[in-house]
């Protein structure tokens, strides 16, 4: 009877304890939780990354710490990031490998109000233009320099805020994200200009 209690403790508890001497894998996106990330949640929801063998926890930076820096420090295994911010972080010397690239052409852009009558990367010349704090500059600081156009750059964190009240000319957005933030605050299309980065 004895016999019989044990095995059947360890039936129940043996899965949990190989469950327990998994590692688990710690995932750190670019950015904060959000719509572009919904892949990464639903895989996680529906089983998938278990089903090969996975432990994965999602682990979002904040708006002011790259997930770089999480990767440093270790506190993150895998991370996903802009290719042009892996290779500078690479030639800072973090020793890193790029597992795959998922997206094939930039979706960083300027948004600029069409009364300003700025249009292209040269009518920002003298313009303050609002960028993320936390990374993400290279591709817009580039487009600038390359155009031998001077700017004000202004840090900001994740709001489309000093834009709406009109504190900067101009804004970092992507295409998928902070654009349609700024429509739905209440900004027409018609009223906007685009200056995507990927014509340049």
Request: glycine content about 6%; hydrophobic content about 45%.
């Amino acid at each position: 009877m004895l016999r019989t209690k044990i095995r059947f403790l360890l039936f129940i508890f043996l899965p949990l304890l190989s469950f327990a001497q998994k590692d688990t894998l710690v995932f750190t996106p670019h950015w904060l939780p959000q719509a572009q990330f919904a892949g990464y949640y639903m895989a996680d929801k529906m089983g998938f990354y278990e089903q090969e063998g996975l432990y994965v926890s999602i682990e979002h930076p904040s708006a002011s710490v790259m997930a770089t820096e999480k990767l440093k420090s270790g506190e993150a295994d895998v991370i996903s990031l802009f290719l042009v911010t892996a290779l500078n972080t690479s030639d800072n010397g973090l020793d890193m490998v790029n597992i795959c690239q998922l997206s094939q052409k930039c979706g960083l852009l300027f948004v600029t109000k069409k009364a300003s009558g700025i249009e292209t990367i040269t009518d920002l010349e003298g313009k303050k233009i609002g960028i993320w704090e936390s990374g993400f500059d290279e591709v817009p600081k580039s487009a600038v320099r390359d155009n031998n156009t001077n700017v004000e750059w202004v840090p900001i964190l994740s709001t489309i805020n000093l834009f709406l009240i009109g504190g900067i000319d101009a804004m970092t957005v992507m295409w998928y994200n902070e654009y349609d933030a700024i429509i739905n605050a209440g900004i027409n299309e018609d009223e906007l200009n685009t200056i995507f980065l990927a014509d340049y």
